[in-house]
């Protein structure tokens, strides 16, 4: 399948309003490249933890945008034929609008034919089978070794949205689990992405879990790694929402009903969700926190214990710390 590419010069304040409005036009891809510094966050969730160095931020941002070219050299917009200049005309008509209350710095667009690559599923190369201690985490389109057999098998595809289990923080996580999760538990999982924790706990004995996140993408994700896991979809539930402030999702959560509570998120989120999450937690209830960089773990301690929670274990993994913590009434 070839694709036409059209590339825009903007600035990074302008990057989601043209994403959205282009969206609308039926345009597909928004690949961004800015030199934004990553979050910490953003770097949990890419295959590597150690970026290259990246050039000052100048405010420079290309949005690139994609649309299906034909056999004949025609384009498809929307499930409708169109002409390469067409929509060059929508896009900038669309800049044009947008420039009138909005800086979108230059707003140059050009366009180019790309490779006939599989753009949804390129990015499959860097993603392999590895190991998490006697875990074995392996993608669909890997086979296992025969060495293998016996082994916990975490089957994962995490598609491009959410993590695969690789970063540190996740890996702490897990080795929590393994160490605390008992059979019929019932387990919390905030933040719960591709449901790597929430799957391995069921696999470890918990009855049920449930898991939150915020974005809906989450629900396809969970889904589809169930399946891969012959979890019962039934022992899984997905709530989509923010358990800090959402008090619906508040509600269909529960209060007091969970064993086990995980939340790989940074420290910052960390410290507005603990005050929540201790009346979720039965009493004797065990709280697995992940996401902290090392120099936030006394901030952490603090926030856990001014929580009423009593901190049991501290790891670390490269510069991330983990904290796992009781209720204790």
């Given at each position: 399948m070839k694709w036409v590419r059209f590339?825009?010069?903007?600035?990074?304040?302008a990057e989601d309003i043209i994403i959205s409005s282009l969206y609308d036009l039926g345009l597909e891809g928004a690949q961004i490249e800015d030199k934004v510094p990553l979050s910490a966050w953003e770097k949990e969730q890419m295959?590597?933890?150690?970026?290259?160095?990246?050039?000052e931020d100048d405010g420079t941002a290309?949005?690139?945008?994609?649309?299906?070219?034909?056999q004949d050299g025609s384009l498809t917009l929307q499930e409708k034929t169109v002409d390469e200049e067409t929509i060059l005309e929508l896009i900038r008509g669309e800049l044009e609008e947008l420039r009138e209350f909005l800086n979108i710095g230059e707003g140059s667009v050009t366009v180019e034919e790309t490779e006939d690559i599989d753009w949804i599923n390129n990015w499959k190369q860097y993603f392999h089978q590895f190991y998490i201690d006697d875990i074995l985490v392996i993608p669909s389109w890997e086979e296992?070794?025969?060495?293998?057999?016996?082994?916990?098998?975490?089957?994962?595809?995490?598609?491009t949205a959410f993590g695969t289990g690789m970063h540190d923080t996740t890996q702490l996580c897990i080795r929590q689990l393994h160490k605390y999760v008992k059979e019929g538990m019932v387990m919390l999982d905030v933040g719960t992405g591709s449901g790597i924790l929430a799957i391995l706990a069921l696999m470890f004995g918990a009855e049920r879990a449930v898991g939150?996140?915020?974005?809906?993408?989450a629900e396809a994700a969970v889904k589809e790694n169930c399946e891969s896991n012959h979890i019962d979809r039934n022992r899984f539930r997905m709530l989509i929402g923010n358990i800090i402030t959402d008090r619906e999702i508040q509600e269909a959560a529960g209060y007091g009903c969970y064993d086990i509570v995980t939340a790989n998120i940074l420290t910052e989120v960390l410290t507005e969700l603990t005050p929540v999450i201790v009346n979720r937690?039965?009493?004797?209830?065990?709280?697995?926190?992940?996401?902290?960089i090392d120099d936030k773990e006394e901030t952490?301690?603090?926030v856990i214990r001014a929580a009423g929670l009593e901190i049991m274990?501290?790891?670390?993994q490269g510069e991330w710390v983990s904290i796992t913590a009781k209720r204790v009434r």
């Open positions: 590339r825009i010069k903007t600035r990074t304040e295959f590597v933890d150690i970026l290259p160095d990246m050039p290309f949005l690139s945008f994609f649309a299906e070219k034909n296992m070794k025969q060495e293998d057999q016996g082994r916990t098998v975490l089957h994962i595809d995490p598609g939150t996140d915020l974005d809906i993408c937690l039965k009493p004797g209830g065990i709280y697995i926190t992940s996401g902290i952490m301690t603090r274990e501290i790891t670390r």
